[in-house]
């Protein structure tokens, strides 16, 4: 089973979520430790933030739910940056800070 690497923010995000949505990440992050690829509507490719980023899709009874993550060479998966939608497209304020939050995370990475 792949292990899981949590960036602080995105965690803090995905535990402010209702917990129906919750739930559902938490699954869809275990078959993505699980090895599965999830596709189209679970997950789709997230190139504007990094090459290898896909997001997790979520609808909660009170909006849409993202999370980025990727999976990294060997057996470890970053979670990085999670938040609720508010509009139709991914907005560049949220690209950007899952950007600056991957970086973050690979940085830490690269310390050990």
Do not use: C
């Not at 992050?29 to 490719?45: A, C, D, K, N, Y």
């Not at 508010?86 to 950007?99: A, M, P, V, W, Y």
């Amino acid at each position: 089973m792949h292990q899981v690497i949590w960036h602080p923010k995105a965690k803090a995000e995905i535990r402010s979520f209702p917990k129906e949505v919750k739930d559902k990440l938490g699954y869809l992050i275990f078959r993505v430790q699980l090895g599965e690829v999830l596709t189209m509507p679970l997950s789709r490719g997230m190139g504007q933030v990094a090459n290898g980023v896909r997001e997790l899709r979520v609808k909660g009874k009170d909006g849409i739910y993202r999370s980025f993550y990727m999976r990294m060479d060997g057996d470890k998966i970053i979670v990085f940056h999670a938040f609720k939608k508010k509009t139709q497209k991914t907005s560049s304020k949220d690209i950007n800070q899952g950007t600056k939050n991957l970086k973050e995370v690979m940085e830490w990475q690269n310390q050990k």
